[in-house]
């Protein structure tokens, strides 16, 4: 199984970006996530999806203002981020779990894991 994130770049405080998150090998319709590890920082979770996609779940620092979304047909997990803040500046990353059906906020708790994609916020 691999995961695939993309959509991350450089964008002015108060933009938008939408993160994409492919998933091959094979289906993972359990629960995923987001998480993002700033320098110097350690990883956090940003939101997730459970597995019907009927229920999200975000960090306070992002509720609000980011939207996690997912089309289980398509095996894609996705993170629109708006009224971006240079705190919001890390490597964002895409996760899914074999197990659980909603987003736990422990790193641990997902299996699988994608490469990262920078986001990037300037003043």
């Known amino acids: 199984v691999q995961l695939q994130a993309s959509g991350g770049g450089l964008v002015q405080a108060g933009g938008s970006l939408r993160l994409s998150c492919a998933a091959s090998?094979?289906?993972?319709?359990?629960?995923k996530a987001w998480f993002r590890q700033a320098p110097g920082k350690e990883r956090e979770f940003v939101g997730g999806?459970?597995?019907?996609?009927?229920?999200?779940y975000y960090a306070d620092s992002v509720k609000g203002r980011f939207t996690v979304s997912r089309v289980n047909a398509k095996n894609m997990l996705y993170l629109q981020m708006n009224n971006l803040k240079p705190e919001d500046t890390a490597v964002y990353y895409c996760?899914?779990?074999?197990?659980?059906?909603?987003?736990?906020?422990?790193?641990?708790?997902?299996?699988?894991w994608g490469q990262g994609t920078q986001v990037t916020v300037t003043q």
């Open positions: 996760a899914a779990s074999l197990s659980t059906n909603y987003p736990l906020p422990q790193a641990h708790e997902y299996e699988f």
């Open positions: 090998g094979r289906t993972l319709n359990n629960a």
């Open positions: 999806s459970s597995r019907s996609g009927g229920n999200q």
